[in-house]
């Protein structure tokens, strides 16, 4: 009986380890049927708060999931960057929230703290 619940938490440890060495704090997915294009210059992706009126197709969503010690320029180039890799022109930023959990961390100069989750998400255009 001991070994069996030994195995199933042996089992469900290396299940854990398994799947946070997946989680990804950042990336991108193109919409269907969308034209691909070359990638841009990530210094002339504009980052917008609202859909522009000017004529664009949606090519697909970039987030990420901001760390306390990341600084804002840090996580605002991120997005760039991916952006652009799309072939982006701007990124909308549709969704800046915080959770209401609280996920613990531990720092070797900070000890153990406790931060809310963030998540931002843009939608990627290009302007036609």
Not at 13 to 20: D, M, Q, R, W
Not at 102 to 115: F, I, N, P, Q
Request: aromatic share 12%.
């Amino acid at each position: 009986m001991k070994s069996k619940l030994l195995v199933l938490l042996l089992a469900m440890a290396l299940a854990i380890v398994g799947f946070s060495a997946c989680y990804s704090y950042m990336g991108h997915r193109y919409y269907l049927n969308t034209p691909s294009f070359a990638p841009t210059n990530p210094g002339h992706v504009q980052l917008l708060r609202h859909e522009p009126k000017r004529q664009h197709i949606q090519l697909g969503e970039v987030w990420i999931r901001p760390e306390p010690g990341m600084s804002s320029h840090f996580v605002e180039n991120s997005l760039r960057e991916r952006a652009s890799a799309m072939g982006a022109d701007a990124l909308v930023i549709v969704e800046d929230r915080y959770f209401n959990r609280y996920v613990g961390r531990y720092s070797y100069w900070h000890g153990h703290r406790a931060y809310r989750e963030r998540d931002i998400v843009g939608v990627a255009i290009r302007y036609r």
